[in-house]
DNA sequence: GTCTATAATTTGATAGAC
DNA sequence: GTCTATCAAATTATAGAC
């Protein structure tokens, strides 16, 4: 059941990642998946309709793998840590996931979606920090500057990597990255 | 001399950060610069030869701006600070050159360019937090974590700016943010 | 549900007069 | 150098048989 659609959801971010949303054609879909244009359309109602299931299922997937760390019983530092070690590990294991989520212009062929921030998954970051606060482990500071110096580099490392520009893996980066990272926004 | 040129690489900026470069057509370009098609295609070889000239230009720019301050003689915690400052008021006062330099995926329409990040401007965050290392101001780090430590949250910052979900001028952050950033590499 | 064939637009780009 | 008119190709999407 929906086996065509999955299938078409995973070639098209395949493709997504590869080459951009605009430089793929629902006939470069419909190749890639072995299927034809009729199959597509039944299944979606178009290209942008494609994309945005796609965003769906990925922010939402996101958005679970974050709520289990930022649920745990610790140290908000210790959970700030395990949620870095996530993302580094996502986007090693399926960067293709973690482009299209990260630095897919959503807004240019998503019109209808809310910027990546506003988004549930970077909603919780800014909300562990603000749990720091309350705790007294993070010193005061306006959340949104608290969460962009506790995240801000990981995420530009993650960057990075999607671009090919990291010689050594991810991994190899995250004890200082959160150290870093922590430093920044301790009290 | 050189005018009608001129006029076409500001439309299409103001364009191509408006509704990307994809959603925008070359027959937008000439409607909303008053031109004809013969007359742009006068002057450039074609679509792609403005995003070209326009990214050469534009980081050319960028990158005088931040050379001035890194050759200034102070500290680097200094010069840094007065990095970030320039940034946020380019992004400020310029959001179209902002975004076009930050969050256009130039990959996609520009195959030849190289990423961002391998860029000048972002070579010199490199270098100075080197030179901060050498100075014995940064502590031991690879280098590449310490820049995006450093100058990260600062970025994060100027895209949720650039995407509209930040309530105050990005200036009033400034304090904030480069302290974190500091505290993050500082020795 | 999947296929092929095709319609309707749009796009990047060229030709040639002025 | 700028214009208008036009082309060729590609793209999204639909129609209708099976």
């Known amino acids: 059941m929906g086996d065509t659609r999955r299938q078409i959801l995973a070639v098209a971010l395949q493709l997504f990642s590869e080459n951009g949303y605009f430089n793929t054609s629902v006939h470069d879909i419909k190749r890639a998946a072995g299927l034809s244009i009729g199959a597509i359309y039944h299944h979606f109602s178009g290209k942008e309709s494609i994309a945005q299931a796609l965003h769906e299922l990925l922010v939402e997937r996101m958005s679970a793998l974050l709520e289990e760390r ?66 007294g482990e993070v010193r005061a500071l306006e959340p949104t ?43």
Request: contains cysteine.
């Open 70 to 135: 930022v649920a745990a019983a610790a140290t908000v530092c210790e959970r700030s840590r395990w949620i870095v070690a996530d993302l580094f590990a996502l986007a090693e294991t399926e960067p293709t996931v973690m482009r299209f989520i990260l630095h897919a212009r959503h807004q240019e062929f998503l019109p209808d979606a809310p910027p990546i921030c506003s988004t549930r998954p970077f909603q919780l970051l800014l909300k562990l920090v603000e749990e720091g606060m309350g705790t």
């Open 145 to 187: 500057v608290g969460a962009a110096a506790l995240f801000g580099g990981a995420l530009r490392l993650i960057h990075l990597h999607l671009d090919g520009m990291l010689p050594a893996p991810l991994a190899s980066y995250l004890d200082d990255c959160c150290d870093c990272g922590w430093r920044a926004v301790a009290a």
